[in-house]
């Protein structure tokens, strides 16, 4: 276990998934984790004991990340429970593909609001709160680089947080916090394998040299490295976590 006991670290999105993952991770290597969930209580209190019973500390938080009042709430509580918070990342997303000619304004409005203005919305607050010597990471996706049809507006939210990472940790000078991003290629979680055929499977496993598909501890391991000891002089960066996809 690294020690990094009396840090503080908030997961967006963290009850399944890569951020379930990345959470886990997190509470092994010594850091009190804030499970952030903004639907369903259930599987959030579950890893908060998961993390707690491996002899680690976790709490988890309700907040809809689009909303920047339940934002500012979740950092309330944070520094409530443990007097303040060092690591922010923002793993909260969702994806809803369709070609730009059918994609209806909902969808276009929803990815907006928790992709792009969810990720502002915690970007803001942890700019004024972390800690100095601090660390941010968020989360893009490496079709930036393969630029797949279907996935446009997914996409287009996740450039604009790959845009704003540089421009944030060039605004944090001075304060010793660093600010990255992690772009995952083809991942095996729910989220990504609903709907999809083994066939379909088989094919996204075969695209990066590495010949398989990501697993959510792949994603959580370059996390663990960039907010960890030795991630301390990467900088303003986009950590393409893909086995060479693009």
């Given at each position: 276990?690294?020690?990094?006991?009396?840090?503080?670290?908030?997961?967006?999105?963290?009850?399944?998934?890569?951020?379930?993952?990345?959470?886990?991770?997190?509470?092994?290597?010594?850091?009190?984790?804030?499970?952030?969930?903004?639907?369903?209580?259930?599987?959030?209190?579950?890893?908060?004991?998961?993390?707690?019973?491996?002899?680690?500390?976790?709490?988890?938080?309700?907040?809809?990340?689009?909303?920047?009042?339940?934002?500012?709430r979740m950092f309330?509580?944070?520094?409530?429970?443990?007097?303040?918070?060092?690591?922010?990342?923002?793993?909260?997303?969702?994806?809803?593909?369709?070609?730009?000619?059918?994609?209806?304004?909902?969808?276009?409005?929803?990815?907006?609001?928790?992709?792009?203005?969810?990720?502002?919305?915690?970007?803001?607050?942890?700019?004024?709160?972390?800690?100095?010597?601090?660390?941010?990471?968020?989360?893009?996706?490496?079709?930036?680089?393969?630029?797949?049809?279907?996935?446009?507006?997914?996409?287009?939210?996740?450039?604009?947080?790959?845009?704003?990472?540089?421009?944030?940790?060039k605004e944090l000078?001075?304060?010793?916090?660093?600010?990255?991003?992690?772009?995952?290629?083809?991942?095996?979680?729910?989220?990504?394998?609903?709907?999809?055929?083994?066939?379909?499977?088989?094919?996204?496993?075969?695209?990066?040299?590495?010949?398989?598909?990501?697993?959510?501890?792949?994603?959580?391991?370059?996390?663990?490295?960039?907010?960890?000891?030795?991630?301390?002089?990467?900088?303003?960066?986009?950590?393409?976590?893909?086995?060479?996809?693009?």
């Amino acid at each position: 276990m690294t020690n990094q006991s009396s840090k503080v670290a908030i997961v967006t999105g963290a009850s399944r998934g890569i951020g379930a993952a990345v959470a886990e991770r997190l509470g092994r290597d010594g850091f009190t984790v804030i499970v952030n969930y903004s639907g369903n209580a259930a599987p959030a209190e579950a890893l908060a004991r998961k993390i707690e019973a491996a002899g680690g500390r976790a709490l988890s938080a309700k907040a809809d990340v689009s909303d920047a009042q339940a934002v500012r709430r979740m950092f309330d509580a944070a520094e409530a429970a443990f007097g303040g918070v060092d690591v922010l990342v923002n793993n909260a997303g969702i994806m809803k593909l369709s070609k730009i000619a059918d994609a209806d304004d909902a969808s276009f409005d929803q990815q907006i609001a928790v992709n792009l203005k969810g990720t502002f919305n915690t970007l803001r607050e942890a700019a004024k709160r972390l800690r100095d010597g601090g660390r941010i990471v968020n989360f893009s996706t490496s079709v930036v680089g393969t630029k797949l049809e279907t996935y446009g507006v997914y996409v287009a939210t996740k450039a604009a947080v790959e845009a704003l990472t540089p421009i944030l940790a060039k605004e944090l000078r001075g304060r010793s916090i660093s600010v990255n991003a992690v772009a995952p290629g083809p991942t095996a979680t729910d989220l990504f394998t609903t709907g999809k055929s083994p066939e379909l499977m088989e094919r996204f496993a075969k695209m990066a040299p590495l010949e398989r598909l990501g697993q959510p501890e792949d994603i959580a391991s370059a996390v663990a490295f960039l907010v960890g000891p030795d991630g301390g002089w990467i900088n303003g960066q986009v950590l393409r976590a893909n086995g060479g996809l693009v």
